[in-house]
């Protein structure tokens, strides 16, 4: 069921109270899908963020939280877990209103997916331990040697806006289940769940600093984020541009990142697939979203002998799509997320027909209020712009290929490397195609949002280190090893 919308405060959240920016800066949001103000949210600056690192690193060092049991940890995280199902109608309602896509996409999967994440890392909180060593003694003497697992101290976590809850949880779940403390910068567009789920934080009763949220702009709080000496890791997911910016600094600094970044992932439909099932499928990993999603199959490559059928069968699908008002119960397709998201895909919808790509269906605004598009399918090669860029919008580029031998090269030819699907019902064609798709994750027959319990990568340009799964936990981690010579 749909609510009224319900804003969480809109000051930052640092040290378990709401505080407006030290120099009183402030910026407007609007609902994308109607050009209508939604929020005035304060612009945070690099003394704001001071504040906040202060604070996580306060409640790290001395509070409560540094004394407190991995079980209480998880207690916690459970509980938060309770308060985001309690509130799923609100949550989704909000982002909605802040992203532009569908109320029922936000309800049905990524709402759900926040409590997921709180609950799968909740289970870790106290099972984190370190390994022991059966070593020859050292210098004539018995050693032992062992590790310790411990947390960072204070990780920084920037986010983007097309999935901003679910995105927040992976960063926040597993980095306080270890016992880390956080400073969120949330995207400038879309922040508005990020400051509710703070206020549940608040009511789940995390000690103050634990978690702290500052508002406002990359170049600015960002930026100040990334720098500050006393953050010991930066968790990222974003732009490619920007991850690449984070990385430099952060060498700099020597501090340690996780990079979540974009993609240009390939669907690869090799003759002997079931269209029927695959073409659905095939529509949504394009369009969910308005196509704003960072593992968007984007590149479809498919067997020669079926380009018409799956032209045919996305040109349909996409004719069918309800594009509109996110709470209509029947949309399918929201609003993109701003005037330059906008400018940016038809920019490469002209790019494609300038080259020379064939448009199977779509490529057009809809409307003149709000930032609606076409669902838009093009034919083509791999070597156009809008197969090699990532476009983050609802446009798909079907790529013909001979034999699975091509199929593999077109795949793995892209700067990007983040998944892949293979639609195919051959088992030894899978088990060849998955070793060799160079992708942090591959889809077989399917393709969806990953699961907590899975590790989430890119390779390539699409990112370093892992989030998610044990691989992720661990990276909120340091492993420090100790000897321990007897002189007894
Ligand atoms: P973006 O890089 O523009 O911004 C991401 C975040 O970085 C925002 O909070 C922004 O304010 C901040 N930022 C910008 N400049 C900064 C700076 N100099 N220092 C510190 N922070 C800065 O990305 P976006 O447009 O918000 O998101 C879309 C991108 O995110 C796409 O490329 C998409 O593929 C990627 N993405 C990747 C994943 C993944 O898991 N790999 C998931 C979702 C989105």
């Not at 402030?26 to 906040?52: C, H, I, M, Q, W």
């Not at 101290?153 to 097309?162: E, L, R, S």
């Not at 952060?250 to 390939?266: C, F, H, I, N």
């Not at 099932?277 to 196509?291: C, D, K, M, S």
Request: aromatic share 8%; glycine share 12%.
């Amino acid at each position: 069921m749909i609510t009224e919308l319900q804003l969480p405060p809109t000051q930052h959240y640092i040290e378990g109270a709401w505080r407006a920016s030290a120099d009183g800066g402030v910026f407007d949001v609007e609902n994308p899908a109607t050009g209508a103000p939604l929020a005035t949210l304060s612009a945070g600056t690099a003394t704001d963020v001071d504040a906040a690192v202060r604070a996580a690193r306060d409640a790290f060092e001395r509070g409560p939280w540094s004394q407190m049991s991995g079980a209480d940890r998880g207690r916690l995280l459970w509980r938060l877990a309770d308060l985001v199902e309690r509130d799923r109608e609100i949550l989704a309602t909000l982002e909605a209103s802040d992203v532009g896509r569908p109320y029922v996409e936000s309800f049905m999967f990524e709402i759900p997916l926040v409590a997921d994440t709180f609950r799968h890392f909740a289970g870790w909180a106290d099972k984190v331990t370190g390994t022991t060593f059966g070593l020859p003694p050292f210098a004539g003497q018995e050693r032992f040697s062992y590790t310790l697992r411990q947390p960072l101290g204070v990780v920084g976590a920037i986010t983007p806006w097309n999935a901003p809850t679910m995105i927040l949880a992976w960063k926040l779940a597993p980095a306080l289940a270890v016992g880390n403390t956080v400073v969120v910068k949330p995207a400038e567009l879309a922040s508005l769940t990020t400051l509710y789920i703070a206020a549940l934080v608040a009511e789940a009763g995390f000690p103050p600093g634990v978690v702290n949220v500052v508002t406002g702009s990359g170049q600015v709080a960002g930026e100040a984020l990334v720098r500050h000496a006393e953050v010991d890791k930066i968790s990222f997911t974003g732009s490619t541009a920007v991850g690449r910016h984070i990385a430099a600094v952060a060498g700099e600094q020597l501090k340690k990142v996780t990079l979540e970044l974009g993609g240009k992932s390939p669907q690869i439909i090799r003759g002997d697939a079931d269209l029927n099932a695959a073409l659905p499928v095939i529509a949504t990993a394009v369009f969910a979203n308005q196509g704003q999603t960072c593992a968007s199959g984007s590149r479809i490559l498919v067997h020669r002998s079926r380009v018409g059928a799956v032209a045919q069968g996305l040109a349909d699908i996409a004719q069918s799509a309800v594009v509109g008002d996110p709470f209509d119960e029947g949309t399918t397709m929201g609003s993109l997320i701003s005037s330059a998201q906008l400018d940016r895909v038809l920019g490469y919808v002209e790019r494609g027909l300038a080259e020379g790509a064939h448009l199977v269906t779509g490529g057009r605004r809809i409307g003149t209020t709000g930032y609606f598009v076409e669902p838009t399918v093009f034919v083509g090669d791999n070597d156009l712009t809008i197969a090699r860029e990532e476009i983050f919008g609802p446009v798909g580029t079907i790529i013909p290929f001979d034999d699975d031998e091509e199929a593999l090269r077109l795949a793995n030819d892209t700067e990007y490397g983040l998944t892949a699907v293979l639609w195919t019902g051959d088992a030894s064609a899978v088990t060849r195609f998955t070793r060799q798709l160079k992708t942090g994750s591959v889809w077989v027959n399917a393709w969806g949002p990953p699961h907590p319990a899975l590790p989430w990568s890119g390779q390539r340009a699409s990112g370093i280190g892992e989030e998610l799964g044990m691989a992720g936990l661990l990276a909120n981690t340091i492993e420090k090893t100790v000897n321990l010579v007897s002189r007894g």
